[in-house]
């Protein structure tokens, strides 16, 4: 029988909007304004009424299909956060492109716990090829003043950490990327390239400088007989939450929505039918359903002959980010 702690975490999308068009992703192709998703940004008044009815939720991740510093009402939601006594986080990136000072200094001053910041390149030439529009300059000035801001306060928080995937293009890189990481004060955090867009060349380079053991999620497969990714179990740990409150679930949900956080509760939803039923179907083997985006996932494809496990689960929950990790 697995065992599934009550939820005490969420993912909520701050922002389904982006100014940059990264050549893989949904977002930029359109394809996630186009579903469920949408085209929006999360209101203060709607966080304050979840945190004020969720009041077992203590931390947040705040990044998912759009850029998060452009949400209008962000420095205000931060502090909000702060006084409510939710931990906010960013694992899951920030292109890092536009921030306003005033929402710098919130960052610091109410202790959002670490920042993922998706910066693919040293140089502008090479950062770009996949960050189309974004300015490389412009990024490494804002961490210069968030360093500022975090020694004006004497806190080391949000800590900081340089996500970086790996393709053809940029794999060369990986060294002066580590420099720069010490420079910055950053975690190296290496991620594997999900599509044929630039596929590595040198793979034993790769291995080694990367730190991974591996040079693409073939590899990983072959090698931990796992994906790369199970975005299936982040349905029970930290449930994605739409902009406008719609719960996909999981992070990569464009198909089905699963009720609405800013109607009931997250502990109500819990005890419901669809929370009942994804478990069956993602834990038990249960025949998955039309009624379930798990139907339409090509994630769920890969694992239905292999449902998830509960050593899987409390591996996931344990799994701790770069910026946090001690050296």
Known sequence: MIRLPKIHEVSIDFSTLCQLRCVECSTSKGITHKGIVGKGQLKYSDFLKFVETNPQIKRMEMSNWGEIFLNPEIAQIIKCAYEHGVTLYCGNGTNFNHIDELTLEFLVKYKVEFLNLSIDGASQETYAKYRINGQLEKVLKNIERLNHYKKQYGSDYPKLSWQFIIFGHNEH?????????????????PKLNYSDFSPVKDKEFVRRESGLGVADRKEYKEKYQKEYKAPCYHCFDSPQI??????????????KTLGNAFDKSIAQWEE????????????????????????????????????????????????????????
């Open 173 to 189: 890189e990986i060294p002066k990327v580590k420099e720069l990481c010490k420079k910055y004060n950053m975690a190296f955090n």
């Open 242 to 255: 739409n902009w406008n409150g719609d719960i996909l679930g999981c992070s990569v949900n464009k198909w």
């Open 272 to 327: 419901g039918d669809i929370y009942r039923k994804l478990i069956d179907v993602l834990f038990e083997g249960r025949e998955c359903t039309e009624e379930l985006p798990c139907f339409h996932c090509p994630n769920y494809k890969k694992i239905k002959e292999k449902p998830l496990t509960q050593e899987g689960f409390d591996k996931y929950i344990s799994y701790v980010p770069p910026a946090l990790r001690k050296e």
